[in-house]
């Protein structure tokens, strides 16, 4: 109730240290990795192949910039976020108009300190529930996701890759020292990595790759 209706964020011209610029780029794997992930994810949803169109080459560098221009105005990084595919999913609006109409709107509001007042009076018992319900549906679109490949996971390498990652996620699990740590999705996914790097691949699976890499030769 004490929020001034008009306010004016805070903004801060940036600084150039190279301590802090060393500790980021480490930090920096956990967005890429989710903005790939997400992308998926949001292409499985709609039903459209945002891998090609516009290219995940595309959407890296827009949200690269996007995180440039933020810093310069002292605000923080920008990254995608995963409860948006949630959200998509639930309310079946994937037109990118209404993004934008979304993203110049928050922008608004942000100059109203009575409705950021007001968002801080939601319980958290409301918010966490609303948290569990867009993670939840993300979760539901990854398996969706290996369903719809025919991804196996009765088979050996399959289930050490997809058991590992969700347990190391779930549970919590941080590799590091001190500040220089990997953990959640940037731990996740060097481990996904890694482990479909170095765990051999079975015959049938090899065939398949095989099969895939020359239907993608022959369509380009």
Known sequence: SNA??????????????WEAILFMIPVAI????????D?????????????????????????????????FLGGPPNTTYSEVTGAVMLTKQDNPRIMTWAAVT???LAFLGKFGGALQTIPVPVMGGILILLFGSIAVVGLNTLIRNQ?????????????VTLVFGIGGMVIGNGDLNLKG??????????????????EADKNAVHELTQMKEEAA
């Open 4 to 17: 001034a209706w008009f306010s004016v964020p805070a903004f801060t011209l940036p600084e150039f240290r």
């Open 30 to 37: 956990a967005p890429a990795i989710e903005h790939i992930g």
């Open 39 to 71: 992308v998926l994810a949001i292409s499985n949803v709609t039903g459209k192949n945002y891998i090609r169109k516009p290219g995940l080459h595309r959407t890296l560098a827009g949200d690269g910039v996007a995180t440039s221009l933020a810093a």
């Open 106 to 108: 928050a922008i608004a």
């Open 151 to 163: 991804v196996d996971l009765a088979e050996p390498r399959n289930l050490v890759i997809v058991s």
């Open 185 to 202: 999705i940037s731990l996740c996914g060097f481990v996904a990595i890694m482990l479909n790097l170095i765990l051999p691949r079975s």
